[in-house]
């Protein structure tokens, strides 16, 4: 790890100023993802503010019937908060799915969000990454991309989004809210606050220099069946091969969202519409212009297995 230093911030107004005035500052909160990116010299910031102490721990509703959750509530609050339970099903059960208990009681809203893609490539320093360092090419095009992304990709960057929280915020239409160092305040609906690769892999997400992620918002809730379904290569502690985020209507109708299987969390609105035609026609809607390897292309067919089984639970309840 190489030497930095550190402050911590009282305020929004201090952190996000802070991190304009000094070049290499970063945020940290819960340090989950970026301490172990600093370990391996993958991240190498000259400076930590440290937020835990600016008040951005709380979750609380909208005058829209909805909830705004600070960007500093820990995982394991979020995912036990009865309003969360009983009116975003969905979120709580994809919190429940990530990581360990002992990491959800560390890692925070906005540092969910913000976590780095899980390709092996990427965490190994000998090996050329263009997320790592643009320009140096990427390894995983022929090397070991069993989990990687199958769509959504590019000639640059195959790599997937790590996040099983961030796929039930987009199936849910959240809304990232953030400050900059001059007080401007803005409202990123989570569809564009992720970024696909093209050639600049290296740039992940909407957010600006120095600019902090304040708080997510949440729209009023959406009634049907939630569920979150993760495959994985083991029962716990494991990341996405596929996952599926659903809300299903007693009509038929259904919105859907997928990890495992892109750089972001995965939605377009022909899945959507095709939810009365059954989990074929979604799955191949949602999958329409994939792109996968010979080493990954298994996520297709087990992304329609999984949608499959998610329909067929609704039918028996």
């Not at 000094?22 to 910031?45: H, V």
């Not at 019937?65 to 820990?74: N, Y």
Request: proline share 5%; hydrophobic share 40%; glycine share 10%.
């Amino acid at each position: 790890m190489k030497p930095f230093t550190y402050s911590r911030a009282a305020s929004v107004e201090e952190a996000a100023q802070a991190a304009a005035s000094t070049q290499g500052a970063r945020f940290i909160a819960g340090g989950t993802n970026l301490l172990d990116l600093m370990k391996l010299q993958i991240e190498t910031p000259t400076h930590l503010i440290d937020v835990n102490h600016i008040g951005l721990d709380r979750i609380e509703g909208t005058q829209e019937g909805g909830l705004r959750i600070g960007a500093l509530v820990r995982n394991s609050d979020l995912a036990a908060d009865k309003r969360v339970r009983r009116d975003y099903a969905v979120l709580s059960r994809a919190l429940l799915a990530g990581a360990s208990g002992q990491l959800r009681n560390k890692a925070t809203t906005a540092g969910n969000l913000l976590q780095r893609t899980r390709c092996p490539y990427f965490y190994d320093t000998r090996m050329p990454c263009n997320k790592r360092k643009p320009g140096s090419g990427c390894s995983a095009m022929k090397g070991i991309n069993r989990g990687l992304a199958i769509i959504g990709t590019s000639e640059a960057c195959i790599a997937q989004h790590p996040s099983d929280m961030a796929v039930a915020m987009r199936l849910l239409d959240a809304q990232v809210e953030t400050m900059a160092a001059d007080g401007a305040r803005r409202s990123i609906p989570i569809a564009d606050f992720h970024k696909l690769p093209g050639d600049t892999p290296h740039v992940e997400h909407a957010l600006k220099p120095g600019e902090l992620i304040t708080a997510v918002t949440l729209p009023r809730p959406v009634g049907g069946t939630h569920v979150y379904r993760k495959v994985r290569d083991r029962s716990s502690y494991a990341f996405a091969l596929v996952s599926v985020a659903a809300i299903l209507g007693k009509d038929g109708g259904g919105r859907f969202a997928f990890g495992g299987i892109a750089p972001r969390p995965w939605r377009v609105e022909a899945a959507d519409a095709a939810a009365p035609a059954g989990p074929s026609a979604v799955a191949e809607a949602a999958l329409a212009g994939a792109r996968p390897t010979a080493q990954n292309a298994f996520k297709q067919g087990l992304t329609a297995r999984t949608l499959a089984s998610i329909f067929r639970q609704e039918a028996r309840a």
